[in-house]
């Protein structure tokens, strides 16, 4: 069966420092991943997805970046942050259909 | 217009309540459509998809209604553990390999005892 890891589980880092999220997932190939963020008491917001390996499409502007080095693996970078970065960042993947699965998220305080 | 609007509760409801959450979605040519739940500080967990004529999976049963872009959940007989935020999802027709989705915002539930 699919797994899917994320970590860390929660990050507390200030302004300016720079930030890596990772994501993995287990028993599946070539799968669609995706990144969001939740924001305290709103809606999943997409950031990055990935159809394959070195392909990364941006949804929103932002000082956020993504890279799949390999087939399973999502990475979520800044080089700086800011307060605004604050959130729940979800990795989710998707395999040969529009049904998506999530990790358990990383909580990210920017201070 | 949000392209997915849900009302946002909270819902609270006696413990074997049967309640209901309605959905709307902004695209037409959108064909796949899902219910998820989350529960408090944990991630997204698809509850089920919704078909076209209609599912039921246990105590829960999925409605969907493509000409007026409607979409429905209902939960019979309510229990303490359904408390939590349902999201609506629609598919984007417009992202093809992509396959991207469009969440809704929530409505919270919570079962009282």
């Known amino acids: 069966s699919q797994t899917i890891h994320q970590w860390p589980a929660t990050l507390v880092q200030p302004v300016g420092s720079p930030l890596s999220l990772e994501c993995t997932v287990e028993?599946?190939?070539?799968?669609?991943l995706y990144w969001y963020r939740q924001a305290a008491g709103r809606g999943l917001q997409l950031l990055f997805y990935?159809?394959?390996?070195?392909?990364i499409s941006s949804e929103v502007p932002q000082n956020l970046s993504a890279s799949r080095p390999q087939d399973r693996q999502f990475i979520l970078s800044s080089k700086k942050l800011l307060l605004s970065d604050s959130g729940f960042y979800l990795c989710?993947?998707?395999?040969?259909?529009?049904?998506?699965?999530f990790g358990p998220g990383t909580r990210l305080t920017v201070t | 217009r949000k392209e997915v609007e849900q009302d946002p509760g909270p819902f609270n409801v006696p413990e074997g309540a049967t309640v209901a959450f309605n959905c709307t979605y902004s695209?037409?040519?959108?064909?796949?459509f899902f219910w998820y739940r989350q529960d408090c500080r944990k991630e997204p967990k698809l509850l089920m998809s919704?078909?076209?004529s209609g599912n039921e999976d246990g105590r829960f049963t999925a409605q969907l209604n493509r000409a007026s872009q409607y979409i429905s959940l209902l939960i019979r007989d309510s229990k303490l553990s359904d408390s939590a935020t349902y999201l609506c999802?629609?598919?984007?027709?417009?992202?093809?390999?992509?396959?991207?989705?469009?969440f809704g915002s929530g409505t919270q539930l919570t079962v009282l005892p």
């Open positions: 989710a993947w998707a395999q040969d259909s529009y049904e998506q699965y």
């Open positions: 028993g599946t190939s070539n799968p669609n």
């Open positions: 990935s159809v394959g390996i070195g392909q």
């Open positions: 695209n037409s040519a959108s064909q796949s």
């Open positions: 919704v078909y076209s």
């Open positions: 999802v629609v598919t984007n027709p417009e992202s093809g390999s992509a396959r991207q989705l469009t």
